[in-house]
C-alpha cells in the first residue's frame, strides 16, 4: 500500500496589503509501482512579521542534524527488505522480496493567523518551494535506492543454501546503503543543502 500525502497546491491572489502566510507550495510524493513507500509530514510553526524574526524562528525551532546542527527543513529514510528464503531442488533463493521505504519530510509551516506584508508571503512562498525542491530530491533518491535494491534481490540466482543466500542479500543491503548515503551526501555537496536550489532564507 502507497499512503500518499496530497497538500494541494495553494494559489495566493495578490491583492496588495496584508494577506495570509501561504500554505505549503507542495507539489507531489515518491510514490512506486515496485516498492511499498510511507511518506510522512511533519511541521513545526513558525511565527514573525519579518524575515529575520522567521528565520530566526527556523534556527530555534527547526530540526537537528546528527551533531545538532540546525536545519530548516529535514528529510529522514528508512528502508527495509524483507524477503522469504525458499529452498529448492537447487538450492535456496529469496522469494517475495518486497523492499520498503519509510520517509518523513520535516518542514516549517506559518502559523495560519498571523498577517503579513505581501511581500513577505511572495519571499516565503517563493522559500518554501524551493526547500521542498531540495527535500524532495533526497526523497527521490532514497526512492530510486530502494528500486534498485528490490530489482537486485529479486534478480539473484539461486545460492547454494539459505545461509549463503541471507550473507548475499545481506552483503548486497549494506552495499546499497552505502551507495545511497554517498549519493545523499554528494547531493548536499552539490547543492550546498538546497542553497543553490534558492532554499536560503530570507
Ligand atoms: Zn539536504
Redesign the pocket.
Known amino acids: 500500500m502507497n499512503q500518499l500525502i496530497v497538500l494541494g497546491a495553494v494559489v495566493l491572489v495578490a491583492c496588495g496589503g496584508k494577506n495570509s502566510p501561504p500554505e505549503n507550495p507542495y507539489k507531489g510524493v515518491q510514490s512506486s509501482k515496485s516498492v511499498e513507500v510511507t511518506v510522512g509530514l511533519e511541521t513545526y510553526e513558525v511565527r514573525g512579521e519579518s524575515a529575520m524574526e522567521l528565520a530566526e524562528q527556523m534556527a530555534e525551532k527547526g530540526p537537528r542534524g546528527s551533531d545538532d546542527e540546525a536545519f530548516d527543513a529535514y528529510?529522514t529514510w528508512w528502508f527495509t527488505w524483507p524477503y522469504t528464503p525458499v529452498e529448492t531442488d537447487e538450492g535456496c533463493e529469496a522469494d517475495g522480496v518486497s523492499v520498503t521505504l519509510k520517509l518523513n519530510y520535516e518542514m516549517p509551516k506559518a502559523a495560519a493567523d498571523q498577517t503579513w506584508a505581501t511581500s513577505l508571503t511572495r519571499k516565503w512562498r517563493a522559500f518554501t518551494g524551493a526547500l521542498w525542491t531540495?527535500?524532495l530530491g533526497?526523497g527521490d533518491l532514497a526512492l530510486a535506492q530502494a528500486e534498485d535494491l528490490q530489482k537486485r534481490i529479486a534478480a539473484l540466482p539461486v545460492e547454494a543454501d539459505c545461509d549463503a543466500l541471507r550473507q548475499v542479500v545481506d552483503t548486497l543491503g549494506d552495499q546499497t546503503m552505502e551507495t545511497h548515503n554517498a549519493a545523499q551526501r554528494a547531493?548536499?555537496d552539490e547543492?550546498s543543502?538546497?542553497r543553490t536550489q534558492g532554499a536560503v532564507f530570507p
Open positions: 528529510t531540495h527535500e533526497h547531493y548536499d547543492t543543502h538546497g
